[in-house]
């Protein structure tokens, strides 16, 4: 698998995945000309897109959804509780969006969705599989519970929310009391420190990969996200780029690209 993060956070999502033969989209939280742009710098070209993941409905998930799939008629994969919610946002015709409420496969993928706890109608991550390469795709979540790391352990590569720092969030002027009790609440986002223990869990099953994802712009900023993280793992004698590799996603760049592939 070739994989790369095309944008992460509050101002638009996107992640692409291929095989030889497979390309699908993880969300699509940008406006098409942002997303043709970055597949092109990947050298690919977005008609050849065969499928759009969705997560949740937040608007940083589904924005360039529209524009991208009317465009070239791209099958739009939503969870079955989210479909009534998806059709009154994203305005393509009703034979285009696929549902699901469990693993599929997409020609050689093995999807698995699975729940996260996040304010919206349903939230979903993936575990995505090439026979024994996994990634797992793990943002907006207000809690790292023991199901999802049952679902997520030992992927070689996952992408998960490090959303924000504490301290930050809450001396953050410009937030009004309600929007810093949502962030942080059980079904908000994954702090810095959540984020951190859930690495340790992680590692212990074997992932040597982890990209910090969903960075706030507010509340957070990657020296923070990654020096708690660093901070805390070296405690527990784990130590960042030479047990466990820590990467990271930007707002407005694509990230690294990554090769994730079976192992015989
Ligand atoms: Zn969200
Ligand atoms: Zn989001």
Not at 45 to 66: F, M, N
Not at 95 to 104: E, K, L, P
Not at 249 to 263: E, L, S, V
């Amino acid at each position: 698998m070739r994989v790369c993060n095309l944008c992460s956070g509050s101002k638009g999502n996107c992640t692409y995945i291929e095989t030889d033969n497979t390309r699908i989209l993880i969300d699509c939280g940008k406006p098409f000309s942002y997303i043709s742009e970055k597949l092109k710098e990947l050298e690919v070209e977005p008609d050849l897109i065969q499928a759009i993941l969705i997560t949740h409905e937040h608007s940083d998930h589904i924005k360039g959804v529209d524009s991208f799939a009317r465009r070239f008629n791209t099958p739009v994969y939503v969870h079955t509780s989210t479909l009534e919610i998806m059709q009154n946002q994203i305005h393509i015709d009703r034979n285009q969006f696929i549902t699901f409420d469990s693993t599929f496969d997409l020609n050689d993928l093995s999807i698995t969705p699975f729940p996260l706890p996040h304010d919206s109608k349903y939230c979903v991550g993936y575990r995505i599989s090439q026979e024994n390469a996994v990634v797992s795709i793990c943002t907006d979540l207000g809690q790292f519970s023991e199901d999802t790391f049952e679902i997520i352990k030992s992927s070689a590569l996952v992408y998960l929310e490090s959303n924000y720092d504490p301290e930050m969030l809450m001396s953050y002027p410009n937030y009004p009391p309600f929007l810093k009790r949502r962030i942080n609440g059980r079904n908000g986002h994954l702090s810095n420190l959540n984020c951190a223990q859930a690495i340790e869990k992680l590692y212990k099953t074997g992932t040597r990969l982890v990209v910090l994802s969903h960075i706030s712009e507010h509340s957070n900023n990657v020296n923070l996200a990654v020096g708690t993280i660093a901070k805390y793992l070296n405690n527990k004698n784990i130590i960042p780029n030479k047990d466990i590799r820590l990467d990271i996603t930007y707002q407005d760049q694509r990230g690294t690209i990554f090769r994730i592939n079976p192992k015989k």
